[in-house]
């Protein structure tokens, strides 16, 4: 995880500045930085909670937003299954996009291995700080730094980037490229449903790719 620290670093010294400009209670941010720990969503809400957005808007964004950690849930689930709930439920808060990919690199076999549980804590540890200090510096220095530096375009630079990462195969490809047309497309709905849009795009694209490479698998085993 040292290798991408320095990006999450950035990319959470962007998101405490911007939360730090919203104009929103500074312990309320705090406290969201802390619980919510999920950069992408903190981006996505922060600006319908400047703009007065009726909660269910807020939390139905936040959720479609995360939709992504019930797939790594489920892909992590056959290693930690082993661990009682109260573990699980600990492991979950600290999940995050790179961690989840590096261990799936690390540990293809979907099988418990007494090494997973020290190189998960060893990641997750390492992305945990570098997105804390750097957003909660973000948020204590905001107004000493000038709204000319673009930090929203350097924002959306960081959030491409570890998006781009996770495109890995052909059906995150092709998910991915549908998520960004229906995003373009929808951009003039109101609260930042474009948002939403988008992500709904991108599983129904993803779950259809997924359905026809199952249909395709049993004909290719079939043939001679």
């Known amino acids: 995880m040292l290798g991408t620290a320095i990006g999450i670093a950035a990319w959470g010294l962007i998101t405490g500045v911007a939360m730090g400009k919203s104009g929103l209670p500074l312990p309320l941010m705090v406290l969201m930085s802390l619980l919510v720990f999920a950069g992408s969503a903190q981006l996505a809400v922060l600006p319908l909670l400047s703009h007065g957005a009726p909660i269910w808007v807020v939390w139905a964004t936040a959720m479609c937003v995360n939709l992504r950690f019930v797939i790594f849930s489920a892909q992590w689930r056959p290693y930690?299954?082993?661990?009682?709930?109260?573990?699980?439920?600990?492991?979950?808060?600290f999940t995050a996009d790179l961690n989840y990919v590096l261990f799936m690199r690390r540990f293809p076999e979907p099988r418990p291995a007494p090494e997973q549980l020290p190189y998960f804590w060893g990641g997750v540890a390492t992305n945990w700080l570098a997105w804390q200090v750097p957003s909660l510096l973000g948020l204590f220095l905001a107004d000493a730094v000038p709204v000319h530096w673009g930090f929203g375009f350097a924002g959306t630079l960081a959030l491409l980037g570890v998006g781009l990462s996770l495109l890995t195969d052909r059906a995150?490809?092709?998910?991915?490229?549908v998520a960004a047309c229906a995003a373009v497309a929808a951009f003039a709905l109101p609260f930042k449903l474009n948002i939403v849009v988008a992500i709904a795009s991108a599983v129904a694209m993803g779950l259809l790719i997924e359905h026809a490479a199952a249909r395709r698998a049993p004909s290719a085993r079939g043939a001679p």
């Open 80 to 93: 930690f299954i082993v661990y009682p709930l109260w573990r699980r439920l600990w492991l979950m808060y």
């Open 172 to 177: 995150t490809g092709v998910a991915g490229a």
